[in-house]
């Protein structure tokens, strides 16, 4: 790498190399044989980039609730809606996002887009909470799914390639801008179709993770990306951005995550 997209300073230290799969790495259909891959975190705001020759093609509109939820999305989503407040990451999200919007906008029935919906837990709760929520999702079991049992308006497509015509109050990036190669383009569009005083939430690994060691599922290999208030603040500012609130957690299921609300810059 030449200069860091996020910073665009120059000078970056190598980081966790991996030989072979750490534990509990989802392998997808990749060959394992040769595998080698690392991170490059840069010096400055100490954001890890995934480096690998290890390709995974279409990996979320075809592979991933194969190799995640071996196709029982159902089954799965009844087991994490099922678990207990404290132990659920899922139900702190739904109370922040909630409460945060309730504060910042007026009026009821707001609108929200879940990019990347996958099994469906947080449009359905947060529906819940009085928003009228559509989920989209690259991955057609995950739309089916979330079209014919959770009855969500739905839409199937890759959020960058396809046209949305609609606008929001609420747009959601939970734990997706750090498995694409260019988040920033996700955040371009995600403002085009963002209400004049409308709201975007991302969640992201956090690099903090990194002090337990490199075999954290912060650090699998479908994660490009793994930020630092800093990096997440460049994105932000590159994209034209305002972060009303960034935080760094340690989530219910032990997850290293930063979360943060942009909006709009006037």
Same mark, same amino acid.
């Given at each position: 790498?030449?200069?860091?997209?996020?910073?665009?300073?120059?000078?970056?230290?190598?980081?966790?190399?991996? $030989?072979?799969?750490?534990?509990? +790495?989802?392998? *997808?259909?990749?060959?394992?044989? =040769?595998?080698?891959?690392?991170?490059? @975190?840069?010096?400055?705001? @100490?954001?890890?980039?995934? %480096?690998?020759? !290890?390709?995974?093609?279409?990996?979320?509109?075809?592979? *991933?609730?194969?190799?995640?939820?071996? =196709?029982?999305?159902?089954?799965?989503?009844?087991? %994490?809606?099922? $678990? /207990?407040?404290?132990?659920?990451?899922?139900?702190?999200?739904?109370?922040?996002?909630?409460?945060?919007?309730?504060?910042?906008?007026?009026?009821?029935?707001?609108?929200? $887009?879940?990019?990347?919906?996958?099994?469906?837990?947080? /449009?359905?709760?947060?529906? &819940?909470?009085?928003?009228?929520?559509?989920?989209?999702?690259?991955?057609?079991?995950?739309?089916?799914?979330?079209?014919?049992?959770?009855?969500?308006?739905?839409?199937?497509?890759?959020?960058?390639?396809?046209?949305?015509?609609?606008?929001?109050?609420?747009?959601?990036?939970?734990?997706?801008?750090?498995?694409? +190669? @260019?988040?920033?383009?996700?955040?371009?569009?995600?403002?085009?179709?963002?209400?004049?005083?409308?709201?975007?939430?991302?969640?992201? /690994?956090?690099?903090?993770?990194?002090?337990?060691?490199?075999?954290?599922?912060?650090?699998? %290999?479908?994660?490009?990306?793994?930020?630092?208030?800093?990096?997440?603040?460049?994105?932000?500012?590159?994209?034209? $951005?305002? %972060?009303?609130?960034?935080?760094?957690?340690?989530?219910?299921?032990? &997850?290293?995550?930063?979360?943060?609300?942009?909006?709009? !810059?006037?």
């Amino acid at each position: 790498m030449k200069e860091c997209f996020f910073c665009e300073k120059n000078k970056f230290s190598k980081k966790f190399e991996y $030989l072979k799969p750490p534990k509990g +790495e989802t392998l *997808y259909s990749i060959d394992t044989k =040769n595998y080698y891959r690392y991170y490059l @975190q840069c010096n400055f705001c @100490q954001h890890y980039f995934g %480096i690998s020759k !290890i390709k995974i093609k279409n990996f979320y509109s075809s592979e *991933y609730n194969r190799a995640i939820y071996s =196709n029982n999305l159902k089954k799965n989503f009844e087991v %994490i809606k099922k $678990l /207990p407040k404290k132990k659920s990451d899922n139900y702190s999200r739904v109370s922040r996002v909630a409460n945060f919007v309730k504060k910042k906008m007026k009026g009821k029935n707001k609108t929200l $887009l879940d990019i990347g919906s996958g099994l469906g837990i947080f /449009p359905y709760m947060i529906s &819940k909470k009085g928003f009228t929520c559509t989920a989209l999702d690259p991955n057609k079991l995950s739309w089916m799914h979330l079209k014919n049992e959770l009855k969500i308006n739905s839409i199937h497509g890759d959020f960058i390639k396809i046209k949305i015509k609609k606008k929001y109050d609420v747009i959601t990036l939970n734990k997706v801008i750090e498995h694409v +190669e @260019q988040p920033e383009r996700m955040l371009i569009k995600a403002k085009a179709i963002l209400k004049k005083k409308g709201i975007i939430y991302i969640e992201v /690994p956090d690099i903090l993770a990194a002090k337990k060691g490199k075999n954290r599922e912060e650090f699998h %290999i479908d994660h490009l990306h793994v930020f630092s208030k800093k990096s997440l603040l460049f994105l932000a500012k590159k994209t034209n $951005l305002n %972060i009303d609130l960034i935080k760094s957690i340690r989530e219910p299921s032990d &997850k290293f995550t930063i979360y943060a609300f942009l909006t709009k !810059i006037n």
